[in-house]
């Protein structure tokens, strides 16, 4: 998957996605920032200017202060792929965000989604 278009999209343009699809399902923002800050590292602070400096989803995982040893704990299938068989590494943990919201719009407590 190198080269993929996802990966030179602005993260700015995919977090409000994120954000709408847990809050169809009743569940808020802060939850989707929750799960950002476990995977990648990134405080309030940290996470408001990657959203307005209109950084790539490249360089938003590239720049992440400290991406969670534990995230290759998050398994299962995301658009049509087992995430633990992706090989590029940025997709991985693209598909790793992706899991994770996907499982709190199922209605999964943070605590479970959050892998301890």
């Not at 405080?43 to 290759?72: C, S, Y």
């Not at 992706?98 to 959050?114: M, N, Y």
């Amino acid at each position: 998957m190198a080269g993929h278009r996802i990966f030179q999209t602005p993260f700015a343009s995919i977090y409000p996605l994120y954000v709408a699809k847990v809050q169809r399902k009743g569940r808020t923002a802060a939850e989707v920032d929750e799960i950002i800050a476990w995977l990648t590292g990134y405080d309030a602070a940290g996470l408001a200017v990657a959203l307005a400096d209109g950084r790539t989803m490249e360089r938003f995982f590239a720049d992440a202060p400290a991406f969670n040893p534990n995230a290759a704990l998050i398994t299962g299938v995301i658009c049509g792929y087992r995430v633990e068989e992706i090989e590029d590494p940025l997709m991985r943990q693209i598909r790793y965000l992706d899991k994770l919201v996907d499982e709190l719009a199922r209605g999964k407590k943070v605590s479970s989604i959050l892998r301890a």
